[in-house]
């Protein structure tokens, strides 16, 4: 684990895996500390933003975090009904060398976590992808993505809370509220969520 | 209910307050003012607590009426404040149906409008901060849009004499360096020898600077960095090397290295910085 210095007010926490990202995410939401504004996951680091002030006590917590903890299992489970029948579903199943079937059956019996959100407000990276589902984006990013769109890239799954230019390989769509500042809470998925995938037919 | 209407915005007027916390890791900006001492002065003037409602006017040529008896006050850049024609002082007095125009800003981009009572539009996320990257937030107010007013709370503070918000022909902003300074050659050197202007590609979410280019180490030059989480202040420097300093509506991640962070203090100037400004950067270790 680094710290890196982020201005007088943030440390960016740099690890080696994403599953070193959720100990860290874990243990210092966990601490609860009332200085703590702001805690980040992404891919391989954890921001944690503070008051004035409040930096010395966040790094005598991440001193003392277990990389080698998983949560303790007490993580929310959201389950997404999902339509399968997304314009790359064919793309995705000629990579993996698979029937469509089998893409369906293998993205729907998977259990994902939520790693980190980003690139717009409610769009959480899930892991847990199996392994054939594994691929690269498209060529040539679409300008529109429909909201509710399922999509896999790299190790990742995710949702499209709302229409944007993207470049994932779309495998189905849902109409689950995955961002709504009217609903308490607003985003359907949060760092550290279970995710399952419900076959909609 | 107290109202007062907007007649005309001018080039772009937000309801902007103090921002949302809290939300960054569902991919939420923080959005709210640029210039929270503006902000907060104005409120102040009105008799507001300091995180209620007002208006953030670019450019100047807001033309607003009141629907009621209200105080009002405009902080930020110098900019003519009239009523029926009149010049006036802020904070100043409006009675039911009297108008108020802002000409332009001189040395400054964004004026605080203030009402007694604040903006009392839906809160989304604890915050009625218009948020123009993610949409968060009422919508960028058009010509004859109807603004709710909250109770009067307080006593408006009676001031002889309001000093303007001047942004000067060239800025010198301190950083402190890191979290990914150690992607660049010597990068203290390169940034208090380089100097830059601020391009008029810049908005609400970031301060893009035109001007020396800031060079990689060898090793890292076709480094991808993963996304990464981003405060207000970062300065990032994408693979053109041309820096940009990120503000109130910036995204919570972003993939290009981080060389350091304008602290809170320095950003209100910036946000205030008309393009074609010149920029130098004060590194500090």
Redesign the interface.
């Known amino acids: 684990m680094r710290l890196?210095?982020?201005?007088?007010?943030?440390v960016?926490v740099?690890v080696g895996s994403l599953d070193e990202v959720e100990a860290v995410r874990a243990a210092v939401v966990g601490a609860r500390l009332d200085e703590v504004?702001?805690?980040?996951?992404?891919?391989?680091?954890?921001?944690v933003?503070t008051r004035d002030g409040g930096q010395a006590r966040v790094r005598r917590v991440l001193e003392g975090v277990d990389l080698g903890r998983r949560s303790a299992g007490e993580a929310r489970e959201v389950v997404v009904p999902v339509v399968y029948d997304g314009p790359d579903l064919a793309l995705v199943a000629d990579t993996a060398g698979i029937a469509v079937e089998e893409v369906v059956r293998l993205h729907s019996e998977a259990v994902y976590s939520v790693a980190?959100?980003?690139?717009?407000?409610?769009?959480g990276y899930l892991v847990g992808l199996p392994e054939a589902l594994h691929q690269p984006r498209l060529d040539s990013p679409r300008t529109r993505v429909p909201a509710g769109s399922v999509g896999v890239a790299g190790e990742y799954t995710a949702a499209y809370p709302?229409a944007t230019p993207g470049g994932w390989r779309l495998i189905g769509r849902t109409d689950a509220p995955l961002?709504d500042?009217?609903r308490d809470?607003?985003?359907l998925l949060?760092?550290g969520d279970r995710v399952r995938f419900e076959v909609v037919r | 209910m107290r109202t007062v209407t907007v007649l005309r915005t001018g080039p772009q007027a937000l309801v902007q307050d103090l921002g949302r916390t809290g939300f960054a890791a569902l991919g939420v900006p923080p959005s709210g003012a640029l210039d929270t001492p503006s902000l907060t002065l104005a409120n102040r003037l009105v008799g507001n607590p300091p995180d209620a409602a007002a208006l953030e006017v670019l450019l100047g040529g807001l033309h607003l009426r009141a629907d009621a008896s209200c105080t009002v006050a405009v902080t930020g850049p110098s900019v003519d404040v009239l009523v029926d024609g009149v010049h006036r002082d802020s904070p100043f007095h409006l009675a039911a149906g009297e108008e108020v125009r802002l000409g332009t800003p001189a040395h400054g981009l964004r004026n605080y409008l203030a009402v007694s009572g604040g903006l009392d539009v839906d809160p989304q996320l604890g915050s009625r901060s218009t948020d123009l990257l993610s949409g968060i937030g009422p919508d960028p107010l058009a010509d004859g849009h109807v603004l709710p007013l909250g109770d009067v709370l307080g006593v408006p503070v009676g001031v002889d004499v309001l000093v303007p918000v001047r942004v000067p022909d060239e800025l010198v902003v301190p950083v402190l360096l890191g979290p990914r300074e150690g992607w660049f050659n010597d990068p203290t050197f390169q940034l208090s020898n380089g100097s830059w202007t601020v391009s008029e590609r810049s908005n609400r979410v970031g301060v893009r600077l035109v001007g020396t280019a800031l060079q990689r180490e060898e090793r890292y030059k076709s480094r991808e960095l993963p996304s990464e989480g981003l405060v207000t202040g970062a300065v990032q420097v994408p693979a053109d090397g041309q820096p940009a300093v990120f503000l109130a509506d910036h995204p919570t991640t972003g993939g290009y290295p981080v060389i350091g962070v304008v602290p809170e203090r320095s950003l209100p100037l910036l946000g205030q910085a008309l393009p074609g400004t010149r920029l130098r950067f004060r590194p500090q270790g």
């Open positions: 890196r210095r982020c201005g007088d007010r943030a960016l740099e504004v702001e805690v980040v996951p992404a891919a391989r680091t954890v921001l933003v980190f959100c980003g690139f717009a407000p409610g769009f709302r961002f500042v009217h809470p607003a985003a949060a760092p």
